[in-house]
């Protein structure tokens, strides 16, 4: 628990208004988005937590780069800071932008992967499992037993089971998988951290194997935070150097930069030292993002990420962020609320299978939550759980998902301390009437990457 919250370490020069809604205006807004928070305008939101990506204030070092972009088709000097800002951090030697993480997934999946494939890992993000599906492969997610119990402390719930793993690989032949993936933070689980034994144990299994180890690296840098803190061994080394040793282990990564780079666009691939696979990468990359020195991106881009990079591993700056998830953490324990304990790097997950029994996972408890913290105050949050599962590819069945959360993501460096009471105090008005939150059906849905698009209506009762 902690009530202490370490004030922001920035001071605020601009400022963008939001609106606030009535209760009633609510209702008939989210009536006409079929339930879906995806399917809401932005600006009829009053706390928007539907996503931590590319939704960060940049800082004023970012916007003055973004005045120097050198918007050449090839060779821009952007790319040349940002190769260098991003070989300073991982140690790798092969650096490629893209345009997001789903774009680097895109360029790197098929290359591993294919019909009759398997990729393992901690946990698959849902365009990490879609990418991988996409190639004909099956993805399997292999995480410690420990991340299921949300009430039980445990430092590294994000881990890798590598025991699982071992007979995953057995069962299925070790040529049969194309890729092993160690998500960090392990966003799926609740942005729970993974140690860097467990990142150890994994690449020997990897390398035992010949498997190539990858790194999805979204938020590698709260990753970092998380050991430095709870890590034996790791408490007098720097992000840098806890970052560098992280990557040390893997054959190459993927990155949504739009997390820990604090940039509202941007990806990389990241490659050790394996030139050839580097080739086809960018190879890949020219036809399906751009040219390798901008790979979808604008020169400008490109060094608002040259320098978020090395701004999202500032040391009081994740201190700061990650004391606001347990700033929030300590207001629930308060008001027994459950929520995936402890608190994740950008997220707090909200246990909604637990806070609305009621509700069985096929009338999806976490979009049952979502919606009700929408109608209460104008909150918007998202389902991880059997509503972003969706079906299963094989037998179009509904999935059960192992988790149903409602995850309040927090943008970086957007809201304060007053926000953060607001979302409190909103989960608190709706648990003293839980028992009248309806479950919710889809009355329409695509076959991919559903919860993006289908429409829903409440279950009667
Ligand atoms: N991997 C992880 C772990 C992610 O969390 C995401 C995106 C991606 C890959 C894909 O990156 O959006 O840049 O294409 N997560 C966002 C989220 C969308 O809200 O958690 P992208």
Known sequence: MNNKYFAEPFKIKMVEP??????????????EANYNLFSLKSEDVYIDLLSDSGTGAMSTNQWAGMMNGDEAYSGSKNYFNLISSAQDIFGYEYIQPVHQGRAAEKVVMPILLGPGKFAISNMHFDTTRAHVE?????????????????KTYAPFKGNMDVLRLVELIEELGKENVGVIIMTITNNSAGGQPVSMENIKNTAEIANKYNIPLMIDAARFAENAFFIKEREEGYKDKSIKEIAREMFSHAHLFTMSAKKDAIINMGGLIGVKNDKELFEVIKGRTIPLEGFISYGGLSGRDLEAMAIGLQEGIDYNYLKYRIGQMEYMAGKLDIADIPYQSPVGGHAVFVNAGEFLPHIPYYEFPGQALAVELYIEAG????????????????????IKSQFEFTRLAIPRRVYTQSHLDVIIEALIAIKNRVNTIPGYKINWEPKILRHFTSRLIPVDK
């Open 18 to 31: 939001i609106t606030i809604l009535t209760r009633e205006e609510r209702l008939a807004k989210i009536k």
């Open 379 to 398: 909150i918007r949050g998202c389902d991880i759980g059997s509503y972003m599962m969706g079906n299963d590819p094989d037998t179009g069945k509904q």
């Open 134 to 150: 996409l190639t004909g492969a099956r993805a399997i997610d292999c995480i410690v037993p420990e991340a299921l119990d949300t």
